[in-house]
């Protein structure tokens, strides 16, 4: 391990030190010197975010425990820092050994969030590694990506040499392998990438061309060379019993987003909401036994002294064995003083008694999302469930002793009108209007109703892609509408900022050539695009217009049925079809099922041979 | 049973660690000691935890002490094996013994390793006369006299600078942060490591 001490000169002069010198309990690694293949994981945000990425735990996880590679982590450094490095001359180093990007075989990003991409352009110019994939050589590392944004990983493919697309317990062992194998017999970079387009699950950018017609949309995306497949089928995992899991993870001692144990209970979604990207790609429907989870909490709990577990996954009361894995788990988390938290609760199916016994050592939050405030717009983008649902809900968690709830919505919704907007504080009046239905005692202060709203932002993989996002003036307008319907202080409104959004949607959708614009951002030091003090609208639309790029041809443009989509080459198992009949039920108003109760051959089920939730039931494919 | 006295070194990395981070980390330590520890009431119960003194950031320890409590009758090599199995980097447990009063200190001992181009004679004497410091607290700027606080025990050149060893005050109100010493001697001096040696009652 290299002498840390020649950071401490920068270390002295930034806020939070403890985010750039690892050596947190149980971060040991494989040693670097003696492994075949090195690997820095790197998070394109701050610390305190990656360290609470379940993700990066697991891969990291799965490449160190293969005997062979040596996995270490880096995170976006905050501008304090940056400012340091460049100051010494210093690069973006790992924080296991020390070592500069540029000295590792490959280097991984997980893509979160589309306004993390100027990270990764500034992780790898701090990191000492060439920008573009163009331009790297034989001794440069391999950038490889994956996570949720590389389905759409058109707008920073000139940047990655490698995308993992789907999950990637088996698929990251397998790029490993091959890119020791490469090392060790000296292999061209070229050969390299090309080995691993036949990788199943892989996209390598430079295997492909792009030709555009004279408006700007897609005329044909190709392979460029011979047995590159046309289109990329992502992976899964099928038993969620046997893969990996992270038990013995690293604890960090700054204080992080998710400091506590983040146990993964199922892995996709049955519900098929119309606008959301993460319950479409992580289908099929998976769940984990309760036998497993329940040891996978108590060694974690063991192993990092922590005294709070969070069960994560997308909609938790979805979980068919959620009783029986509470039972199991209440014991001894109630005996050893650890709080069990349910953070994404659905309202048809919640259970106050559920939420009781959890909450037995400590009480948080509840947070509902209703996402429209009419029946009509919940129809639309099929969020199933119903006012009279939303008002039983809050009633039990009043009635249970809460005298506080969170609500989140999305105004911008395809086909929304006025009165969908005054609908959502006609819904949160109803709500407070539950709570003094009867006599309460409870702190005094009354009740207090947070309406949390974002703006909708078209995205890849769901049957509301080709919508076009309101303008910024169109969704203001409407944050300002709804302020002034809200007629009480029970309720705390707040609303996102809609320029946000915009470059979200920009990137969200984008295709390659965005590329331009990411490179002329790195140029003009702009990076940390997910923070209020650091985003800068004026300087996006600077970068397009300098660009030759138009935002709203990404953001405001309802796309064409029928056009080739940046992301079309990508396989995620639900098929184009699928999403063009939710997208014309939506215009009807008509409602699609959850997964359990009536399949609706989304198409998911071929990714794991016809094995789903909804199992033998009836399709209408 | 009485509280358990835990000796402990606070070194290397954790130099970069503040205190409130420093703390959180001994709660887990504690926890995953698997020891049946005491903890507090209320909303938030955790672990009963009283370290002696905060560390500043960038500050190490060779000989810190924090006091905890466990509710069943374990024996004290017990508990030591433990909490050695539990530490986590920097941080080593030196020595367990049940505690013997509170943990009231009322000096410490630092090990200041400076650069400077000050001459080790001028340097020591500058102990022996009035050492006006300006301090800034809640009630603003101040000037102060820190020498009724301060004893230098030993000091020593190296190639490019000095090793002192001093005896600061360390009870409640009257806390001298060895920053202020380094202050005094301004621009001239340059602290490099601080490292606190010794707790004394």
Redesign the interface.
């Known amino acids: 391990m290299i002498d840390?001490e020649k950071y401490a000169p920068l270390?002295?002069q930034v806020e939070k030190?403890?985010r750039?010198?690892?050596?947190?309990?149980g971060s040991e690694i494989p040693d670097p010197e003696k492994a075949d293949l090195r690997v820095c994981f790197c998070f394109p945000d701050t610390y305190e975010i990656g360290m609470s990425n379940l993700g990066i735990k697991i891969l990291s996880g799965c490449l160190n425990n293969t005997g062979y590679v040596s996995c270490e982590r880096c995170y976006m450094p905050w501008p304090d820092m940056r400012d340091q490095l460049i100051k010494h001359n210093m690069p973006l180093y790992a924080l296991e050994s020390g070592d500069a990007l540029s000295e590792f075989d490959a280097v991984a990003f997980t893509l979160q969030y589309e306004l993390c991409y100027t990270n990764v352009v500034a992780m790898l110019g701090l990191g000492n590694i060439k920008l573009l994939s163009k331009d790297r050589s034989d001794s440069d590392p391999i950038i490889i990506a994956g996570g949720p944004c590389a389905y759409n990983p058109e707008p920073i493919a000139d940047f990655i040499d490698i995308f993992s697309i789907g999950e990637g317990e088996d698929a990251l062992v397998e790029l490993a392998s091959l890119l020791r194998e490469c090392k060790k017999n000296g292999v061209s970079r070229e050969e390299t990438l090309y080995r691993a387009s036949q990788l199943k699950g892989f996209y390598v950018p430079s295997l492909y061309d792009v030709e555009y017609n004279d408006d700007g949309t897609i005329r044909s995306f190709v392979p460029n060379r011979e047995n590159v497949p046309a289109t990329v089928q992502k992976r899964i995992i099928e038993n969620l019993d046997e893969v990996y899991f992270p038990c013995k993870c690293s604890?960090p001692?700054?204080?992080t987003v998710h400091d506590r144990v983040m146990l993964e209970v199922f892995r996709g979604c049955i519900r098929g909401c119309r606008f959301c990207q993460a319950g479409m790609i992580y289908r099929p429907y998976r769940e984990k036994s309760p036998e497993v989870l329940n040891e996978n909490a108590k060694t974690a709990?063991?192993?990092?002294?922590?005294?709070e577990i969070s069960l994560t996954s997308l909609s938790i009361s979805d979980y068919t064995r959620l009783r029986e894995l509470i039972d199991g788990m209440l014991p001894w988390t109630n005996a050893?003083?650890v709080n069990l938290s349910l953070p994404s609760m659905r309202i048809d199916n919640f259970y106050e008694e559920l939420l009781e016994k959890v909450s037995s050592?400590?009480?948080s939050g509840l947070t509902f999302a209703p996402e429209a405030g009419t029946q009509r717009l919940r129809d639309v983008i099929n969020k199933n469930i119903t006012e009279e649902e939303i008002l039983t809900a809050c009633e039990k968690a009043f009635d249970g002793g809460r005298s506080s709830l969170k609500l989140y919505f999305m105004n911008g919704l395809p086909t929304e009108t006025d009165d969908d907007i005054k609908g959502i504080a006609a819904l949160g009046q109803s709500i407070v209007d539950k709570y003094y239905s009867k006599k309460r005692f409870g702190g005094g202060r009354g009740v207090n109703v947070t309406v949390s709203v974002s703006c909708f932002v078209p995205k890849p993989f769901t049957p509301f892609q080709w919508e076009a996002q309101d303008s910024i003036e169109e969704l203001e307008r409407k944050q300002q509408l709804l302020k002034g319907e809200i007629k009480t202080k029970k309720i705390s409104y707040k609303y996102h900022d809609a320029r946000v959004s915009r470059i979200e949607a920009v990137f969200a959708r984008g295709d390659r050539k965005l590329g331009r614009a990411l490179l002329e951002a790195y140029n003009r030091n702009m990076m940390l695009d997910g923070w209020d003090e650091y985003f800068s609208y004026d300087k996006w639309i600077s970068v397009f217009e300098d660009c030759g790029i138009d935002p709203a041809f990404y953001a405001n443009r309802e796309f064409g049925l029928d056009e080739i989509l940046p992301w079309d080459f990508i396989d995620i198992g639900v098929t184009k079809k699928f999403m063009k009949r939710e997208y014309e039920k939506s215009r009807q108003a008509v409602t699609t099922p959850d997964c359990r109760t009536k399949c609706s051959g989304c198409g998911a089920s071929a990714l794991c041979n016809g094995k789903c939730v909804c199992d033998g039931g009836e399709s209408n494919a | 049973m009485p509280d358990i006295r835990v000796t402990f070194t606070k070194l290397d990395k954790l130099k970069y660690i503040s205190h409130l981070d420093l703390q959180r980390a001994i709660h887990r330590m504690l926890v995953r000691s698997g020891l049946p520890i005491a903890y507090s009431e209320g909303f938030n119960p955790h672990p009963r935890l009283n370290i002696a003194l905060p560390l500043s950031i960038y500050q190490e320890g060779e000989r810190e002490l924090f006091d905890f409590r466990v509710v069943n009758e374990v024996a004290l090599d017990e508990i030591e094996s433990r909490l050695k199995a539990s530490v986590f980097p920097g941080m080593d447990v030196v020595k367990v013994e049940l505690a013997v009063g509170k943990l009231a200190t009322k000096h410490a001992i630092w090990r200041l390793e400076t650069v400077t181009d000050i001459p080790l004679d001028e340097f020591k004497s500058a102990f022996e006369s009035a050492m006006p410091v300006l301090k800034r607290s809640k009630a603003g700027e101040k000037t102060v006299d820190i020498q009724p606080m301060t004893e230098l025990v030993s000091a020593e050149s190296t190639e490019n600078g000095i090793i002192a060893r001093v005896k600061l005050n360390a009870a409640g109100n009257d806390y001298l942060n060895p920053s202020y010493v380094a202050a005094f001697f301004g621009e001239r001096l340059k602290l490099v490591r601080t490292v606190r040696e010794n707790i004394i009652f």
């Open positions: 840390y270390l002295e030190p403890g750039y010198v690892g050596s947190e309990y604890v001692f700054l204080e709990i063991a192993h990092s002294g922590y005294s050893k003083n050592v400590r009480k």
